[in-house]
């Protein structure tokens, strides 16, 4: 787990990216005489901070987002919103700005009016625009991973796995998930113009309900606020099945992922969602 741990702790608040997307490729970069095929590579100019590995003849796609939520400070210190991060009175949050390194905690201030505002703890104004994230605190048990941001970089950590012995087929490492799935567009147009995909897998993370809970397997989403198309679902099971892979189906009303954006996208992409699931989603203690 040394590899999730590092990656982890890389800064990568949606629209801040590239400090991950560097760590990714000098991974795989570290990796590639070890892969059982090796890849074509497209990243830089014209794919912003995305990253597109192309294997043998692909016929399916996965994706992963490599962004995170987090807060950017606004005037005075105040904290918006990067995503849906949940919000815990003296979370520790660390960041940079031209004066240095920070670490803060959040501080949730109430209103006479019964509204709250977000601030983080300062001696000193930090540069407005400047984005904070969770402090790493990453915990390895017999059964469990405690740590902040293990939606997505567990995804990716997967993705990462996947790709030391992928004959064929693309991975797709995207941005902006957390806070609008921005990204997922172009890449899946260039994937579909250059290499005729128009299948995907999303690897992603989920989260613990009713009906999905730890020890019982993958989740396999059979909808979330998107609707995969159910043919394609269910080869998705059947393949599953036929390899005895422990599984859960999922079925929730809201949530979405670069699925969500692949099908709101004028592609003829199907799609599937297939995740871990965890506790504590959006916190510094996902488990």
Not at 52 to 71: C, E, Q, R
Not at 139 to 164: C, H
Not at 175 to 195: A, I, M, N
């Amino acid at each position: 787990m040394q590899l999730l741990e590092q990656l982890i702790a890389v800064r990568g608040a949606s629209g801040d990216e590239s400090k991950v997307t560097r760590f990714i490729l000098d991974q795989i970069k570290s990796e590639l005489p070890n892969y059982k095929v090796q890849p074509t590579i497209l990243c830089g100019d014209g794919f912003q901070d995305a990253i597109i590995l192309v294997f043998g003849k692909p016929t399916t796609a996965i994706f992963a987002h490599i962004d995170s939520i987090g807060f950017t400070v606004g005037y005075n210190n105040n904290l918006i919103k990067i995503g849906g991060p949940r919000t815990i009175d003296g979370m520790e949050l660390v960041g940079s700005d031209s004066q240095g390194e920070i670490e803060t905690e959040l501080m949730i201030i109430e209103q006479e009016n019964g509204t709250n505002f977000l601030q983080c703890v300062s001696d000193r104004t930090i540069d407005r625009g400047t984005n904070l994230t969770f402090k790493p605190n990453f915990r390895q048990t017999e059964d469990f991973i405690k740590s902040p941001y293990m939606d997505n970089r567990l995804g990716v950590w997967v993705a990462l796995e996947v790709a030391s012995t992928l004959e064929n087929g693309a991975i797709v490492f995207s941005t902006y998930e957390e806070h609008g799935g921005g990204s997922v567009g172009f890449l899946g147009r260039y994937l579909y113009d250059h290499y005729q995909i128009r299948q995907a897998l999303i690897a992603d993370i989920t989260w613990v309900t009713d009906g999905v809970t730890h020890g019982k397997g993958v989740a396999i989403s059979m909808r979330d606020i998107g609707i995969p198309r159910r043919s394609y679902l269910n080869r998705i099971i059947e393949i599953a099945q036929k390899n005895h892979i422990a599984f859960q189906l999922e079925v929730e009303s809201a949530g979405g992922s670069d699925g969500t954006a692949l099908q709101k996208s004028d592609l003829p992409f199907d799609w599937c969602f297939i995740g871990a699931p965890e506790d504590n989603a959006h916190s510094p203690d996902e488990t």
